[in-house]
């Protein structure tokens, strides 16, 4: 929801509606189309108001309408309908229609308190045309946020004419949908034209797709029906920049960010619906390249969502939001996957319910029917009653290379990082909103394990937002919006971000330049079956303040007393720590450091409100405990570094043994490469920031490269990070190699001391390529 540089081309290229469309051959039944839509918002058949799961959500419902009824401003010469809702603020004016939506479906609803109330009809009659004549009418020009007029009161202006169709004289229907027009002439172009209208795009074309599709059942529009639905198409294609989604499963909204967890989902869960409503019609969506869109559950959606929890490095300026949890993302992106599988073929929709299971299964911290609407729980108890078995969580790595993202997977845990380049922004803010956020790119990682609520509980308020876990830290003290807002806070050169997968191992790497500092940093994570090696070098600083690498940052919530233990010996609440080679904290992790650290660690309580981060937020203090241990590179430093391994879930003993004998190499740990190899796996792993020779590796050009022995063949995995270069080359000293594939691109010849590999990456996007090489 920002402003954002004119699109070539204009107002005058919006699309005439006027266009003849040819009529259908026979009559087609708007009515049916109304009664589906508004069975989808009122459950339909399938709601029992004796069940408890609907019941509860039916009493949800009446609460909220019993305290919008409670607020309705009936004055003869009312400015307002809700007394709490100033028209002369644009947030007023969604959250009226969303109540008069609220207040409709209850009218509507079997088993509501509220169902054929005529009291409760004639308020939001009222209310519709007190709006109209108000504010929300032709003429009107759109002040404040673009999104209010546009998105906000649209979708629940057309969801109330649907679900009072009979209701609404049809001279009240015909002006109704007349200001929706004016405030969206053509789905396909967003903002007012006093602003200069640009192209819509992902989440926010499918919102106002959905506003004009329910708006054209209203009165009966073929024309705009079609217009609307033919504009969701470009949703679903792959992009290669801006907005959308990626082909390695990367979803941006706001041109440069990381979005799958909000925006991402809301578009799935809006064509979800439409899919639904226009099935079986002559409007159905039959687009071939739909499949993008159901691929893209595997590819961008699965892989970020953790037993439930939506991952925080994809929730942008949600994070900052004390209403929207990563529990809360992950219920909804869950129920947005579940409508979607009602459209797909019976073994792609058994893959997705038996996913959404296994998250429900193993979620102990919420509840998806805790909350939940007529329609969530209505997909959750056919779920349930599907007898799908529950899946378990996967084994993998998933690289966005698109998106400066990684998620490393392993049972019963999952490790992501996040990053920045300039394709992709350190964080967002906006409207108020993770003004703080600033430091979330600078490689933080995310541990998730059976702690269901390490984020959700109040992690964003009371954390220290300059020891966020995983990042390398200026502590030079930043102004709220540092960098810009709306994605605008990139890096201005780092282009070496990203790294290369095979056999579900990784290479991830991130040239940092810190936000609005002169630190640099060069990191690395090298992702294994059991731990991830984290790796930095040429740490540089010259703003005047210290410098650290933050080893953990654990939310211990508001009574936790974990242990940690370091080099077996029980650590005080805060100490410098000397020569350490390793540390546990109990219930969490291990550490290891294979060269020996001076950790710091400090166990505090912090305090805070959600007002801190988020202006809209409450300010009640909140008060979390935490266990945090960094390494202090210094004021200043010069070509510093660090090496540390992160062990989720191990054992004391485990990590006491891992303290001794890793059974890991560090092969290089520069600022121009860093190496590590596992003699025992048969794996090595290098990023090469420059050129450079390490082992039987000669690299020619900046790369990430994964080697892995199995079965005597060498199994070779190559990207450009920078997503800059026409081609990759390298050399392997390994003579008496023999070529059995390789992808497209990949060329092998012999020279004198072993192969000479050439990968042409025109277009790869950072993606890996792969070959495979025998004795």
């Known amino acids: 929801m920002r402003r954002r540089t004119f699109l070539a081309g204009g107002a005058a290229a919006v699309t005439a509606l006027n266009l003849p469309i040819p009529a259908y051959a026979a009559a087609v039944d708007f009515s049916g189309l109304r009664a589906k839509w508004a069975a989808d918002l009122t459950g339909g058949t399938a709601l029992d108001p004796a069940d408890p799961d609907y019941a509860a959500a039916i009493t949800r419902l009446d609460t909220a309408v019993s305290s919008a009824l409670a607020k309705v401003d009936r004055s003869a010469a009312r400015t307002r309908v809700f007394t709490d809702q100033d028209l002369k603020l644009d947030p007023a004016i969604p959250a009226s229609y969303v109540r008069l939506e609220q207040m ?22 009222a209310g519709l045309e007190s709006m109209y004549q108000l504010i929300y009418k032709p003429g009107t020009v759109e002040f404040g946020n673009w999104w209010s007029w546009e998105i906000g009161a649209t979708r629940p202006l057309a969801n109330t004419m649907v679900l009072l169709y009979g209701e609404i004289p049809a001279e009240a229907r015909e002006r109704y949908c007349a200001a929706i027009d004016h405030f969206v002439p053509d789905p396909y172009w967003m903002f007012p034209p006093e602003r200069g209208r640009i192209i819509s795009t992902g989440a926010n074309r499918v919102d106002l797709c959905q506003a004009v599709i329910v708006r054209a059942l209203v009165t009966d529009d073929e024309a705009r029906l079609t217009h609307a639905r033919d504009g969701l198409s470009d949703t679903w294609q792959y992009v290669t920049s801006g907005d959308g989604f990626y082909r390695d499963g990367s979803f941006v909204q706001h041109t440069y960010v990381a979005y799958t967890g909000t925006y991402g989902h809301v578009l799935l869960s809006g064509i979800g619906k439409l899919l639904a409503l226009l099935a079986d019609s002559p409007w159905a969506i039959t687009d071939p390249k739909r499949q993008i869109l159901f691929d893209s559950v595997a590819k961008a959606y699965l892989p970020v969502v953790h037993d ?42 058994s893959q997705w319910r038996a996913a959404v299971a296994g998250w429900l299964a193993r979620d102990t911290f919420g509840n998806m029917l805790s909350g939940a609407t007529i329609p969530r729980v209505s997909l959750v108890k056919s779920l349930r009653a599907s007898g799908v078995t529950p899946a378990p969580e996967p084994n993998g790595h998933t690289l966005f290379a698109s998106m400066d993202r990684s998620v490393h997977r392993r049972s019963g845990w999952a490790y992501s990082i996040s990053m920045a380049s300039k ?50 830290v200026d502590r030079l003290p930043l102004p709220p919006k540092a960098g810009g807002e709306w994605g605008e806070a990139r890096p201005p050169y780092a282009t070496w971000v990203g790294g290369t997968t095979l056999n579900g191992y990784a290479a991830v790497g991130q040239h940092l330049e810190g936000p609005v500092s002169p630190m640099r940093a060069r990191k690395s994570w090298f992702c294994f079956d059991e731990y991830v090696v984290a790796l930095g070098a040429g740490i540089t600083g010259s703003s005047g303040y210290s410098v650290e690498t933050v080893v953990e940052n654990w939310n211990l919530h508001a009574t936790g007393t974990n242990v940690l233990r370091v080099d077996d010996v029980q650590a005080p609440d805060s100490a410098s720590l000397a020569g350490a080679r390793w540390a546990h904290l109990d219930g969490v992790a291990g550490y290891v450091f294979p060269n020996g650290a001076n950790l710091q660690v400090l166990r505090e309580a912090r305090t805070g409100a959600w007002r801190d981060i988020n202006t809209g937020g409450t300010t009640t203090p909140i008060n979390r405990r935490y266990l945090t241990m960094w390494l202090d590179h210094g004021v200043d430093p010069a070509n510093a570094s660090y090496s540390y391994l992160v062990v989720p879930g191990a054992s004391l003993d485990r990590t006491r043994q891992l303290g001794r004998s890793t059974g890991l190499r560090i092969l290089r740990n520069t600022g121009d490469a860093q190496a590590v190899a596992h003699p025992t796996l048969g794996l090595a792993m290098m990023n090469f920031w420059k050129p450079g020779h390490i082992a039987d590796v000669v690299a020619e050009t900046p790369c990430s490269v994964i080697q892995h022995w199995k079965n005597n063949q060498l199994h070779l995995a190559i990207s450009d990070p920078t997503q800059l270069a026409a081609s990759v080359r390298l050399q392997l000293l390994l003579p008496g190699l023999r070529q059995i594939s ?8 012999r020279t004198p001391t072993g192969l000479r590999i050439n990968v042409d990456v025109t277009g790869a996007a950072g993606a890996t390529k792969k070959l495979v090489l025998s004795r």
């Open 742 to 749: 390789a992808d497209p691109g990949v060329y092998v010849t």
């Open 104 to 125: 409709a479906t209850a009218w509507a609803t079997p088993g509501s308190r509220h169902r054929s109330n005529a009291s409760l009809l004639a308020d939001v009659l």
């Open 308 to 349: 439930l929890r939506m991952m925080d490095f994809v929730r942008g300026r949600a994070v900052s939001r004390h209403s929207a949890s990563d529990h809360n993302d992950g219920y909804t992106a869950a129920e947005a996957i579940l409508r979607l599988a009602q459209g797909v073929e019976p073994a792609l929709a």
């Open 423 to 472: 394709r992709i922004a350190y964080y967002e803010s906006g409207n108020g909103e993770n003004e703080q956020g600033y430091h979330t790119g600078s490689g933080m990682t995310y541990l998730y394990d059976r702690d269901n609520g390490q984020y959700a509980d109040a992690f964003w308020p009371t954390v220290d937002r300059y020891r966020l876990p995983g990042i390398t």
